[in-house]
């Protein structure tokens, strides 16, 4: 079992940055891909970006692309995801994700634990 956590959410100017954390319980967080999602009101969730197990490889939508960065510590049992040039169409709900699956999934029925979420909205 993985519970996760996010923070970091918050209201942001059009082109202003955040950075949301996500930690993560369990012995086993190193094993897992971490992905993040996001749902804006009305919208599926979508895929976001992701990253391997040891932080070697990282997949990103091409939404987020040059903006969005992801990063893992497995000795702390995080996983960050760093926004910068944020705009209005970021704004939603973000959530954490964990799969066992062992390669990178854009997928979100192949991810097994999710986070409650966490709000972010940007102005225009």
């Known amino acids: 079992q993985v519970q996760l956590v996010e923070s970091g959410g918050g209201l942001v100017q059009t082109g202003g940055s955040l950075r949301l954390s996500c930690a993560a319980s369990?012995?086993?967080?190193?094993?897992?891909?971490m992905g993040w999602f996001r749902q804006a009101p009305g919208k599926e969730r979508e895929f976001v970006i992701a990253?391997?197990?040891?932080?070697?490889?990282?997949r990103y939508a091409e939404s987020v692309k040059g903006r969005f960065t992801i990063s893992r510590d497995n000795a702390k049992n995080t996983v960050s995801l760093q926004m910068n040039s944020l705009k209005p169409e970021d704004t939603a709900v973000y959530f954490c994700?964990?799969?066992?699956?062992?390669?990178?999934?854009?997928?979100?029925?192949?991810?097994?634990?999710w986070g409650q979420g966490t709000q972010v909205t940007v102005s225009s």
């Open positions: 990253i391997n197990w040891n932080g070697g490889r990282t």
């Open positions: 994700a964990a799969t066992g699956l062992g390669y990178i999934t854009t997928t979100s029925d192949e991810y097994d634990y």
């Open positions: 369990g012995r086993t967080f190193s094993s897992y891909v």
